[in-house]
């Protein structure tokens, strides 16, 4: 884990996470904001994966937790990422498919035990930063990459989660921030930071939610788990209940990236999956 947080790949990821959480500070999801070509294509990719759920119905099984039919979607994708990566890159770049098709690969969940959980979200912000390292995304694609293409994927992985009743991976239970995802809450908190009336303790009020979760990330993210878990919000989501009494979007912010760092980034069961190459290399920090 020492050399993980040494290295290079660990420095790139974490400076790719706050570049994005500085880009849409104070922004709506609704926000105008430029949309490339390359942008384009990463939703239509996005969209076939979706499509792929709606060919792939759940299958009549007795456990009801893990539908095996996620395995024939998920066979579909391993066979396809190269193709699907190379419709992004240019045919210049085509040399780095291989290896940034395997970040697509390891962000969908795991197909063996039909779980995900921020591992697998971690390799899809790892897929962009490589995509940025090679130039296929750029500085000011930045507010794109998270509302149009993060946030479709969002809405993937949910479809996922839902129609194959998929498995936390290496969840918390009560005590983590969430069952799924971790990265909309921080860049989500961003985008209310100096908001002109919500605040953190309005994030558990239905009526604020429902008003103004199209503009906000983390507004989003906590109708889907009402819509998901039963009782009262403070016993199924404790820690989200804890940060509700937070005064302010900075500290939530601030205190959501150091969380990340230790929850996340820095716990074994999370990071023994993550995958080293030459784009996000093992080796330590080189100094420019």
């Known amino acids: 884990m020492g050399k993980w947080k040494r290295s290079q790949a660990y420095a790139d990821y974490i400076g790719f996470i706050l570049t994005l959480n500085e880009g849409v500070k104070g922004k709506k999801l609704t926000f105008e904001y430029k949309v490339s070509e390359a942008i384009e294509k990463l939703v239509t990719l996005l969209n076939t994966l979706d499509r792929w759920i709606d060919e792939t119905p759940p299958v009549d099984q007795p456990s009801r937790f893990g539908n095996k039919a996620y395995r024939t979607w998920y066979a579909k994708l391993d066979e396809e990422a190269e193709n699907l990566v190379a419709t992004v890159v240019p045919t210049h770049l085509a040399a780095a498919v291989p290896e940034v098709a395997v970040y697509l690969k390891e962000s969908v969940g795991?197909?063996?035990?039909?779980?995900?959980?921020?591992?697998?979200?971690?390799?899809?912000?790892?897929?962009?930063?490589?995509?940025?390292?090679?130039?296929?995304?750029?500085?000011?694609?930045?507010?794109?990459?998270?509302?149009?293409?993060?946030?479709?994927?969002?809405?993937?992985?949910?479809?996922?989660?839902?129609?194959?009743?998929?498995?936390?991976?290496?969840?918390?239970?009560?005590?983590?921030?969430?069952?799924?995802?971790?990265?909309p809450f921080i860049w989500g908190s961003s985008q209310l930071i100096d908001h002109p009336y919500l605040e953190p303790r309005h994030f558990v009020d239905e009526k604020a939610v429902n008003e103004n979760h199209k503009d906000y990330m983390f507004l989003e993210c906590i109708l889907f788990i009402t819509e998901m878990k039963t009782g009262p919000f403070a016993e199924h989501s404790n820690q989200l209940w804890n940060?509700?009494?937070?005064?302010?979007?900075?500290?939530?912010?601030?205190?959501?990236?150091?969380?990340?760092?230790?929850?996340?980034?820095?716990?074994?069961?999370?990071?023994?999956?993550?995958?080293?190459?030459?784009?996000?290399?093992?080796?330590?920090?080189?100094?420019?």
């Not at 296929?136 to 129609?163: C, G, H, N, P, W």
């Not at 150091?258 to 074994?268: G, N, Q």
Request: hydrophobic share 40%; aromatic share 12%; net charge positive.
């Open 243 to 288: 940060i509700s009494a937070v005064p302010s979007w900075s500290k939530v912010n601030q205190g959501l990236i150091r969380m990340y760092k230790a929850e996340c980034l820095e716990k074994f069961p999370v990071i023994q999956h993550f995958k080293f190459g030459s784009l996000l290399p093992i080796h330590p920090v080189t100094s420019c």
């Open 110 to 183: 795991n197909s063996t035990r039909i779980d995900y959980g921020t591992g697998h979200e971690a390799a899809f912000a790892a897929f962009l930063c490589c995509l940025c390292k090679i130039g296929v995304l750029r500085v000011d694609d930045q507010i794109a990459i998270v509302f149009k293409v993060f946030d479709r994927y969002l809405e993937v992985m949910r479809k996922l989660q839902k129609t194959y009743r998929m498995e936390p991976a290496g969840s918390q239970g009560v005590w983590g921030l969430d069952d799924f995802q971790f990265l």
